[in-house]
C-alpha cells in the first residue's frame, strides 16, 4: 500500500474509534477492566483479622513481633491485544471483511487505554507467532499500531490459537487485560491454553464473523476456498440439505466454542460483520461491571 494511502486511513481509524473509545467506555472503563492487580505498598504490625498469607516472615525475624504486606490497586493497566492474522479474515460479503472489523474494534480499545493512560500491546499471530509489539504508551505508539493492523502481511495463512495464548502466558508476566480477536476457525483445540492464559490474565474474547459462514445462499453450484489451507471444492447450495447440514455444521461448532469460553471462565461477544460492534462491545463491558 502506498504510503500517502496508507496515512490517510490511519487518520480515518484515528477519528473514527477515538469517538467511539469515549461513547463505549463513558464512566466505566476502570470496571469493566479486570486486569488491574495489586502492588506492594508497605508492611505494618499484624492485626487480628488480617489474612496470614500476607505476613512479610523476614521483616516479622527482624522486629520478633507479626508484619504484614499492605498492597493497593495498581493505577497503571497493560491491554494486550491479541489479533487474528489468518488467511480467513480476508472474507466479507457485506460491503466490508473481517480483518476491516476486526481492525476497527483494536484501534477502539487501543485508543480507550491511550485515554486512560494504560499501556497497550498487540500480538499478531496465524499459526504462530508473526509479530509482537510490546506494550508502550502515548499516540504516536497507538498510530503505529493502527498502521500495522491495517497494512501487515502474515507469513502464514492458518490459525492456532493455542499458540497466541501460550505465547502471552510466558511473555507477559505483569497480570494484563488481553482480548483476543479472531473468526476462532482453527481446527485445533484451545480450551486448555485459555484456561491457564485466563487464570494468570483477564481474557475476553471477541469473535468477528460474517453471515455466510454461518448461512449458505442458495445461489446453485457454488465453488468454495479454504482460505486458510487453499482447498477447494464445488458443493449445490440449492439443496435444502446441503445448506441445512452447513448450518448445523456452524451451530455445532459455535456451541462448542462458547462452552470452551464458559469452562473457561472468559467473557466473550460474537459479531457479524454488518452488526453494530460499538452496541455489541458496550453491552459485554456492562455485563462485565
Known amino acids: 500500500m ?33 486486569g488491574r492487580g495489586m502492588a506492594f505498598s508497605e508492611v505494618r504490625e499484624y492485626q487480628f483479622g488480617d489474612d496470614i498469607r500476607d505476613i512479610d516472615w523476614n521483616v516479622t525475624a527482624r522486629y520478633n513481633k507479626p508484619y504484614i504486606k499492605v498492597f493497593e490497586e495498581e493505577r497503571e493497566l497493560t491491554v494486550m491485544l491479541l489479533i487474528d492474522v489468518s488467511g480467513s479474515r480476508d472474507f466479507g460479503t457485506v460491503n466490508v471483511m473481517k480483518k476491516e472489523i476486526i481492525t476497527e474494534i483494536a ?28 506494550p508502550q504508551k502515548g499516540k504516536k505508539h497507538i498510530l503505529y499500531i493502527i498502521r500495522e493492523l491495517i497494512d501487515f502481511k502474515p507469513d502464514q495463512t492458518k490459525t492456532d490459537i493455542s499458540q497466541v495464548l501460550k505465547y502471552l502466558t510466558n511473555a507477559i508476566k505483569k497480570r494484563c487485560s488481553a482480548f483476543l480477536i479472531s473468526d476462532f476457525i482453527d481446527k485445533g483445540q484451545f480450551k486448555d491454553a485459555l484456561t491457564i492464559a485466563n487464570r494468570k490474565h483477564d481474557v475476553v ?3 468477528v464473523y460474517d453471515r455466510r459462514e454461518a448461512e449458505l445462499p442458495s445461489v446453485g453450484l457454488m465453488k468454495i476456498r479454504d482460505a486458510e ?5 464445488w458443493i449445490d447450495s440449492s439443496s435444502k440439505n446441503v445448506r441445512e447440514t452447513y448450518h448445523q455444521w456452524w451451530e455445532k461448532r459455535q456451541k462448542e466454542m462458547s462452552d470452551s469460553f464458559k469452562k473457561s471462565r472468559v467473557d466473550s461477544v460474537s459479531i457479524r460483520t454488518e452488526d453494530d460492534y460499538v452496541k455489541a462491545l458496550i453491552a459485554l463491558f456492562e455485563k462485565r461491571n
Open 107 to 134: 484501534a477502539t480499545l487501543a485508543f480507550s487505554a491511550i485515554q486512560n493512560n494504560d499501556k497497550i500491546g498487540v500480538i499478531f499471530f496465524s499459526d504462530k507467532i508473526e509479530k509482537f509489539i510490546p
Open 2 to 34: 502506498e504510503t500517502s494511502e496508507l496515512l490517510k486511513k490511519v487518520r480515518r481509524i484515528e477519528i473514527k474509534t477515538r469517538g467511539l473509545s469515549r461513547n463505549i467506555f463513558a464512566g466505566q472503563y476502570h470496571s469493566a477492566f479486570k
Open 229 to 233: 489451507t487453499g482447498m477447494e471444492r
Open 205 to 207: 474474547a471477541i469473535q
